[in-house]
């Protein structure tokens, strides 16, 4: 289907291409029609998919910068999608869903979207949501930071790395900026706002402070010898988490 952007503001192919390279995938192509020319005026270009089998050709041929998926795609399951996006990259999701419910969001949150946009929705703040991922996921980069070391965990934040016992840990972009920035300042503790502002970029106002409880789990999950008996990120209760060194 070919977007009608007649009435949205144009902009340069070269400016577009700056501003990032968003997929659109939905099954109702007057929803993606309407998205599309929301993002155009915001200076992205913007890729239409209606099935797994086009999300599939649309990644490999069009290398966007997001993705804002349904999760209701006719016959097939957006988290099905988002599952098997989540095992081959690291590509920021937005889902855009009419589910409300709570078990919905987190289970988007655990198979790892970036953030979750329920219908209906204004134009501004799905614009907001996606300008706001885009900068925390591929922001500028920070300046050489030197490792951070406590015992047998390593964390290395030029590199993008952590190791345990010598041991290459595999974490996500997120993942990592999380137990760094809660390393770089051992025993200090930070509400679920501010961990929002500080590593998501973001804040309750515009992403559920679950994201923070969820993150926390993921990283326990890879680090923690017992992650119900943390070591390292521990909770300190009606507060938040602090990294004990």
Same mark, same amino acid.
């Given at each position: ?5 007649t ?9 577009? /291409?700056?501003?990032? +390279? ?12 309407? $998205?599309v +020319? $929301?993002? !155009?005026?915001e200076?992205? =270009? ?8 086009e ?6 041929a ?5 993705v804002?998926?349904?999760i209701t795609l006719?016959? !097939?399951d957006g ?7 989540r095992r081959k990259?690291?590509l @920021? ?5 009419? /589910?409300?419910?709570?078990?919905d +969001? $987190?289970?988007?949150?655990?198979l790892?979207?970036?953030?979750y =946009?329920?219908?209906?929705f204004?134009?501004? !703040? ?6 706001? $991922?885009?900068? /925390?996921?591929?922001g ?13 965990? #390593? ?5 993008? #790395?952590?190791r345990? &016992?010598?041991?290459l840990?595999?974490?996500t972009?997120? !993942?990592?900026?999380?137990l760094?920035f809660?390393?770089?300042s051992?025993r200090q503790?930070?509400t679920r ?9 973001? &804040?309750a ?6 994201t923070?409880t #969820?993150? =926390?789990?993921? =990283? /326990?999950?890879?680090? #923690?010898a017992? @992650?119900n008996?943390?070591r390292?990120?521990?909770t300190v +209760?009606?507060v ?5 060194p």
């Amino acid at each position: 289907m070919t977007p009608d952007t007649t009435h949205a503001p144009t902009r340069s192919g070269a400016d577009a /291409r700056q501003r990032g +390279r968003i997929l659109i995938v939905d099954d109702d192509p007057d929803l993606r029609s309407f $998205v599309v +020319r $929301v993002l !155009e005026a915001e200076g992205y =270009v913007a890729d239409e998919a209606a099935t797994s089998a086009e999300v599939t050709a649309a990644l490999d041929a069009r290398s966007p910068d997001l993705v804002i998926l349904d999760i209701t795609l006719g016959t !097939e399951d957006g988290f099905d999608v988002l599952a098997a996006l989540r095992r081959k990259s690291d590509l @920021p999701v937005i889902l855009l869903t009419a /589910r409300g419910k709570e078990i919905d +969001r $987190v289970l988007g949150l655990k198979l790892g979207a970036d953030d979750y =946009v329920v219908k209906p929705f204004s134009p501004a !703040e799905l614009a907001a949501r996606v300008g706001t $991922v885009l900068r /925390r996921t591929s922001g500028p980069q920070q300046p050489t930071a030197p490792v951070i070391q406590f015992g047998e965990l #390593e964390i290395n934040p030029s590199a993008h #790395e952590v190791r345990l &016992s010598g041991a290459l840990v595999k974490m996500t972009a997120k !993942e990592f900026g999380l137990l760094a920035f809660l390393a770089g300042s051992p025993r200090q503790v930070f509400t679920r706002g501010q961990l929002l502002s500080h590593v998501w970029d973001s &804040s309750a106002e515009w992403q559920d402070a679950d994201t923070v409880t #969820e993150y =926390v789990r993921r =990283v /326990r999950k890879k680090i #923690e010898a017992d @992650p119900n008996e943390p070591r390292w990120i521990q909770t300190v +209760r009606g507060v938040g988490y602090r990294f004990e060194p």
